[in-house]
């Protein structure tokens, strides 16, 4: 026999103390309707007063109660029937949940995509987000669709720290789910389903992966959050209308104090495991995901290609060629020909 969930018995405890404020409740309707004849008294519960039909408080205070009861006793008897397993759900096809599970990957995927419900934008964000937006990489137009996506899971200091400030040897990266809500699965992206192919399914779209700066035996993160003592005082004072413009500057280079403006080089990620500025196997990735990060085509394209040439076959002066142009094609053909035959003529052999 399971023993009987937290739920159910408070559930129970609910059920009596309500039956106990019934029967108090039924007591004193009876005690109106049948009380000694006497003067009036204050009392309710007093056997000695006005003879009186049932007060209107007590009827309604009944009727709302019976109400609160029958309810309770409804759930109660679910979960009862739950715990013992006379109530099965009904299990959602397996082929369904696989193809709602490939469709909302696909969606993932796609930059241009706006799902219904952002779940990137949710809970608490880091400090830069106040001024930089949800977007913050806007100047190069080919690869900042690219830049923006890493925020979903990249942290921003974890790309921006200065080396020259803080020695890259005494960072240490790990994931950090600093949104304020509750998960229970692994970061989104850092596995595969081997049975189905796609990523993991999970609940936590909000994990990022941040860098701490080690100082002796402790670990200071770089990354601002709202959690932060300082950024909490500045929304304070901006929020208040304290802060004047001298202030906001001299806050804004305080806060920027560590942050290279350029970030890292996509290779110095996407390349070799042991090459990789991010431990990718430490941070949990499985190996097919820590194989495709390691082999990105679209590393060489950002980095090698600085101009993108569109083909000029969607150009209207390229479509149609004019009548001038045509007929100039043409004499040139018939150029050609006389060319050749002149060419094969002299080759033929005189009969002599």
Known sequence: MQEPSNELII???LTVLLFMALGICMVILMDHKAKIPGGFVSNPFSIIGVHRDHPVISFLTTIILFAIIASLIFEISVTIAEEFGLLKEEKES???LQLN?????????HFHNVPEVNLVELGKKQACFYCHGDYPHSKK??????????TQFIGCMTCHTDEKKIPEATYSLSWLNYSGIEVTGPPFGSGIDEKTGLLVKTDDYYSKIVVYAVEGDENRL??????????QEFAKLAAEGKLSDKDRE?????FHMLVNGKGRKCSRCHTEEEKSYIPFRALGFSDQRISDLSNLNIVGVVEKYVEFHMPDLMKNDTQIPSEQAQKNDADKLVSIDEDVDEINASDKPSSE
């Open 11 to 13: 559930f129970i405890v």
């Open 94 to 96: 397996e082929l369904l």
């Open 101 to 109: 599970e490939q469709r909302f990957t696909e969606r993932m995927r």
């Open 141 to 150: 137009r080919m690869i900042r669709t690219l830049l923006n996506m890493h």
């Open 222 to 231: 770089l990354e601002l959050t709202e959690d932060n003592s300082e950024v």
């Open 250 to 254: 001299g806050l804004k280079r305080r």
